[in-house]
C-alpha cells in the first residue's frame, strides 16, 4: 500500500533552520507532484509548497515564500522541504501529500491530494 512518512520535526529556536524529510513507498515517485501542508492547533490545514513531478517548478505560500525550499530527489523517493528563519506562527504539524488530480494543476488545493503521511511536528519558540 502506498505509505509517507514524513521526519525532522522538533523544537527549534525562532531564527534556527530545520529540513522536513518525506519517504513515499508503494507508489511510482515520479509520477506524482507532491506537496507539504501544515496545521496548528484550532486551524485549517493550509497549504505550504509543492513541487512538480520532474521538481522543475514549485510554489509557496505567500507566508514561506523566501524562507522554505522544497525539492526532491526521485532515485530515493523522497521530498524535502527546508525551513529556514523559522518564527513560532511556523508552529505546526507538517504533512506531505501526493497529488492526484488531472485537471488544472492547483496545487495549494488540499482536496486535489490523495495520500497523506502521519505528520511531524514543528514547534519554534520565540
Known amino acids: 500500500q502506498v505509505q509517507l512518512v514524513e521526519s525532522g520535526g522538533g523544537l527549534v529556536q525562532a531564527g534556527d533552520s530545520l529540513r522536513l524529510s518525506c519517504v513515499v513507498s508503494?507508489?511510482?515517485?515520479?509520477?506524482?507532484?507532491m506537496g507539504w501542508f501544515r496545521q496548528a492547533p484550532g486551524e485549517e490545514r493550509e497549504f505550504v509548497a509543492a513541487?512538480?513531478?520532474?521538481?522543475?517548478?514549485?510554489h509557496y505560500a505567500d507566508s514561506v515564500k523566501g524562507r522554505f525550499t522544497i525539492s526532491r530527489d526521485n532515485a530515493k523517493n523522497t521530498v524535502y522541504l527546508q525551513m529556514n528563519s523559522l518564527k513560532p506562527e511556523d508552529t505546526a504539524v507538517y504533512y506531505c501529500?501526493?497529488?492526484?488530480?488531472?485537471?488544472?494543476?492547483?496545487?495549494?488545493?488540499?482536496?486535489?491530494?490523495?495520500?497523506w503521511g502521519q505528520g511531524t511536528q514543528v514547534t519554534v519558540s520565540s
Open positions: 508503494g507508489r511510482i515517485f515520479s509520477r506524482d507532484a
Open positions: 501529500a501526493t497529488y492526484d488530480y488531472s485537471g488544472t494543476y492547483a496545487p495549494e488545493r488540499r482536496a486535489n491530494y490523495d495520500y
Open positions: 513541487i512538480t513531478r520532474s521538481g522543475a517548478n514549485t
